[in-house]
């Protein structure tokens, strides 16, 4: 049965490469110009696409270089780290493991960890939706306590998390471009071609791979095989119906995050996604379930991934999304991907929810960008006085996101010294209040506005904001714990 699979889709692999061009031409071509247009905006030296509908390739191309240096260009062989996009193997690995009796997603983890003093209430299923956090079950707040996961399958197998990964996945499904990327001398002795890490700082620079893996990232691989195992997820190769439909649902179906992979609603249409991000890499699968289409991106930098601040949940933050939704689910042709404030304010899109999206996320991408060009600050600015003339409602609207954009705008120039910046002062009262109100316990929104108050001055406000982070009851700490910490430490009396 597994031979018979793998071949049928080495046969389908050749016949949708053969039709690629063949198929919805206009959309894939208007998405080309768009991706390409994506791809310089974010200086990504490598990008590799893929646009899959039904069995067959409908899309792909390799643009750019896996080593910008020497010049080599980017192709079919080149493997890249996926990150985070790890999970969603190690979310397939679970629910396998519990259609075979050797799990349950309602074990506690304290079966797992006797000794390590872990809530009992804290289940198998709520790490691996990220909703161990604060109120236990209740909200989506992504956690590395993910990673526990790597223990938990190798004690419910009984085997290594890497010879449970190749003989449940890899090997069944052929992945023979598919790794857990140990280390350096991994790469030599298999003679691994991985895309050349970049960052960007004083421009385009080399950057590093980060070797280990667990059940929270650490696969390296390529668009052949990530089809492969895609299909086979559709297929129900990997998992039975009805354990995929728990995967895509979760623990709550009104979270953002099933069980391995992303899941929300957008314009009528479920979206099931994931990314990865490390410093030098960025990754991300995007499937609509309704449309049997899935979208695969890999790039050799993280700003495919990072300005969008996917970690919050909202797959329609990234510009590379709204490009393949506009193009190949929703249609809407007259509308561009990039547009400047006058265009747009003479439109009247039928799809006005949309449009505000894709305005929302280019201003929260020119944000992110103005960290190298300060130029893009003026951008993200104009942009969003536009939104908020267009749509003056922002309240019904106003998400992490915008908070984030409007805070963001600040800290950039504060960092380079261009004075003080006050244009949104209020919207960030406003919005900041209004999600608070909503998830009192969010540590980003904590930090923003904690931050947003020192920079006014108002130290007792700042405070507020910064010790609730570092009092929260049953939070793992991270970065902006350290953050919120060391703010204190400085302010002491």
Known sequence: ???????????????????????????????????????????????????????????????????????????STVLFPIASLTKVFSGVLTLKMAEQGKLSLDDSLKTYFPEAGVNDSILIKHILSHTSQGEIGKKFYYSSRFGALTAVLEKASGKSFEVLMNEEIFEPLGLENT?????????????????????????????????????????????????????????????NEASKKLMFTGVDENLPYGYGIFSQQFEGIKLIWAYGQYDCYSSLLLKIPSKKITLTLLANNNLMSDPARLIYGDATASLFVLSFLKNYVFAIEDMELFETPEIHGNQNFVNQNFCRKKLLSQALAASFMARFDQNKIKASTALLNTIFSK????????????????????????????????TFDTHIETIGAKLLMEDINNPYLHLYMGTYHDRKGNLERAKYHFEHIVNAINFSKNWYTSEASNWLKGHEE
């Open 1 to 75: 049965m597994k031979s018979f699979y793998i071949f049928g889709i080495s046969l389908l692999l050749i016949c949708g490469c053969a039709q690629k061009k063949e198929i919805e031409p206009d959309k894939s071509l208007k998405f080309a110009e768009e991706i390409a247009e994506l791809k310089e905006y974010f200086q990504i030296p490598g990008l590799a696409v893929s646009v899959q509908k039904n069995e067959e390739i409908v899309y792909r191309d390799y643009l750019g270089y896996a080593n910008a240096e020497q010049q080599i260009k980017l192709d």
């Open 179 to 239: 790794y857990l990327l140990k280390d350096s001398l991994q790469v030599v002795q298999n003679k691994l071609k991985i895309a050349q890490p970049y960052r960007i700082d004083n421009g385009v620079e080399k950057g590093f791979i980060d070797y280990g893996f667990s059940s929270s990232a650490g696969i390296v691989t390529n668009l052949t095989d990530l089809r492969i195992f895609n299909q086979a997820l559709d297929d129900n190769m990997l998992l």
């Open 391 to 422: 749509y003056p409602n922002y309240l019904e609207y106003a998400d992490i996101n915008l908070l984030h954009n409007l805070t963001f705008l600040k800290d950039v120039a504060f960092f380079k010294e261009l004075g003080e910046f006050t």
